[in-house]
Nanobody, 120 residues
Framework: QVQVEESGGGSVQAGGSLRLTCSASGLTLNSYCKAWFRQVAGKEREGVASLNHDGTATVADSVKGRFTISQDNTKNSLFLQMDSLKPEDTGTYYC??????????????WGQGTQVTVSS
């Protein structure tokens, strides 16, 4: 059984930082494409950052230079380091694991989300 759980969300002032953690069980990280999505009020769900099975990292233009995605195989965890946070980053952040089968296979395994609130 595959389980995915996010943690590390909270409330910070603009310009502050947060580090989100995604703990996974029942899978090997390197056999999955990994990603963070977020749901911001008034906007459609959007991809924030991804880490392919081969270690290739990608971040959305809206967070480039501020967010970093990484993993720890020993802890079987995925991380999202968020720096220079802005009020528009406020939303619910989700961790997703997509099985690698020659491509990243949807719909994957989703966590329940963790709330991030950035105040002006």
């Amino acid at each position: 059984q595959v389980q995915v759980e996010e943690s590390g969300g909270g409330s910070v002032q603009a310009g502050g930082s947060l580090r989100l953690t995604c703990s996974a069980s029942g899978l090997t990280l390197n056999s999955y494409c990994k990603a963070w999505f977020r749901q911001v009020a008034g906007k459609e769900r959007e991809g924030v950052a991804s880490l392919n099975h081969d270690g290739t990292a990608t971040v959305a233009d809206s967070v480039k230079g501020r967010f970093t995605i990484s993993q720890d195989n020993t802890k079987n965890s995925l991380f999202l380091q968020m720096d220079s946070l802005k009020p528009e980053d406020t939303g619910t952040y989700y961790c997703v694991m997509f099985p690698w089968v020659g491509y990243c296979h949807s719909p994957g395994h989703w966590g329940q989300g963790t709330q991030v609130t950035v105040s002006s």
